[in-house]
């Protein structure tokens, strides 16, 4: 039984975590066994196989964590630096926010380049601080892909661009949490040194496994790496690699098997189609949102996320409210604005395991909240303006063709 039970089906629309296929469900609903045992090891071993290619790298070296995205944050951080170096870090919105605070407390030397929340990270300040640093004490550049708080996606090969352009040896470390396997992400091709994901958000997995991957120059930094690390090092799996168990500690068997079941889902239907389903999702939804005359939190359309949309409301309506309203009216769950945008702006997730007549139940239920705190929309509005543009671009089903 739900802990608040209501009739039909919860629509989950924040972004992460998300909805999970009944074929990973199914997946994990199975008994404990030995992780030593041969099965576990085989299994792990087409797991780490296959992670690589949601990152798109041949070269990367995956780490499964039992953990969160925060933990993936902090594996990241310890295993290729030491404490005292200097890092560029963006600050965008409150995950940046978050990641900046974990490195000021790991005892590293932050360098943060704020942007107003809305903007994506300063690239032209950024290629100010690499044209003076000459003798190269900036360590690492860390960004956030894709923001959540704010709808913002950043473009991680204009970073490796600037890096090669002044010959710059920083490592480049970057959060995908709400971006990889959702948007475009090219770890090789952007030359991305460590990137990072949540199984809560497009894998769509319940929150618990922090996915890590490393480029042979992030492994060769974890050899003059003075941070403490425990139960991220990256060194203690390595060697149960090389052993052929794979894990230095008891790892979520369930959660495995999920992930072999979303992994096998998403190769099914296609990477690059997955990508640009949530395409389409994202344009469908800033279309309602222009049709009910209400403002993206982004402020530029290079900026523009497709696994999130931040909306935007009139100073005279609370935001929170609409959330309130949407999960105990509607049994809609939405996004809050969080920190700087608390009460500003509501957040509409359309990431992971979602289609396009789910979205649009979504809207439909962003219309009547919106009527009820007193804007004047006109309903249908947004549920029209999505429709027309989702009705030419829905592609037919490939298992059913």
């Known amino acids: 039984m739900d802990y608040m039970n209501a009739p039909g089906r919860h629509h989950l629309f924040v972004p992460g975590p998300v909805n999970i296929p009944e074929q990973v469900i199914r997946a994990m609903n199975r008994n404990n066994e030995d992780y030593r045992s041969p099965a576990i090891p085989a299994l792990t071993k087409t797991l780490l196989e296959d992670v690589k290619k949601i990152f798109k790298t041949t070269s990367g070296t995956p780490f499964m964590f039992p953990t969160t995205g925060t933990g993936a944050w902090e594996s990241a951080l310890t295993n290729t630096l030491s404490p005292g170096d200097r890092i560029v870090s963006f600050l965008?919105?409150?995950?940046?926010?978050?990641?900046?605070?974990?490195?000021?407390?790991?005892?590293?030397?932050?360098?943060?380049?704020?942007?107003?929340?809305?903007?994506?990270?300063?690239?032209?300040?950024?290629?100010?601080?690499l044209s003076q640093d000459q003798n190269h004490s900036i360590k690492a550049?860390?960004?956030?892909?894709?923001?959540?708080?704010?709808?913002?996606?950043?473009?991680?090969?204009?970073?490796?661009?600037?890096?090669?352009h002044y010959k710059h040896p920083a490592l480049l470390l970057v959060d995908g949490v709400s971006s990889i396997c959702a948007l475009d992400f090219r770890m090789d091709e952007w030359g991305v040194d460590v990137a990072l994901t949540g199984s809560q958000k497009a894998l769509s997995l319940p929150t618990g496994l922090g996915i890590v991957c490393a480029s042979p120059k992030a492994l060769e930094a974890t050899k003059t790496s003075k941070s403490l690390k425990v139960f991220f090092d990256w060194n203690d799996y390595?060697?149960?690699?090389?052993?052929?168990?794979?894990?230095?500690?008891?790892?979520?068997?369930?959660?495995?098997?999920?992930?072999?079941?979303?992994?096998?889902?998403?190769f099914e239907e296609g990477l690059e189609n997955v990508i640009a389903r949530h395409a389409r999702l994202g344009k469908a939804t800033r279309l309602a949102v222009e049709a009910w005359g209400l403002k993206n939190c982004t402020q530029k359309e290079e900026w523009i996320s497709n696994t999130v949309t931040a909306v935007v409301v009139p100073p005279n309506i609370d935001s929170t409210e609409i959330v309130k309203r949407a999960w105990k009216r509607y049994n809609l769950s939405l996004g809050l604005g969080?920190?700087?945008?608390?009460?500003?702006?509501?957040?509409?997730?359309?990431?992971?395991?979602?289609?396009?007549?789910?979205?649009?139940?979504?809207?439909?239920?962003?219309?009547?909240i919106l009527k009820d705190v007193g804007y004047p929309i006109v309903l249908g509005s947004g549920v029209a303006a999505a429709s027309t543009y989702l009705q030419h671009q829905i592609p037919l089903i490939p298992s059913r063709i």
Not at 102 to 127: I, T
Not at 151 to 160: K, L
Not at 339 to 368: D, S, T, Y
């Open 141 to 164: 550049i860390c960004i956030v892909h894709n923001e959540t708080a704010t709808g913002v996606t950043n473009d991680i090969s204009a970073v490796r661009t600037l890096l090669d």
């Open 338 to 368: 969080l920190n700087k945008v608390a009460g500003k702006v509501f957040r509409i997730g359309h990431l992971g395991n979602l289609n396009e007549l789910q979205l649009l139940g979504c809207l439909a239920g962003v219309e009547m």
């Open 92 to 129: 965008i919105g409150q995950f940046s926010l978050l990641w900046i605070d974990q490195q000021k407390r790991l005892n590293f030397n932050v360098d943060v380049v704020e942007s107003d929340w809305g903007q994506g990270a300063n690239l032209q300040v950024l290629a100010s601080k």
């Open 238 to 266: 390595l060697k149960f690699y090389k052993l052929g168990t794979y894990w230095p500690y008891t790892p979520s068997i369930q959660l495995l098997y999920g992930l072999r079941a979303a992994l096998d889902l998403i």
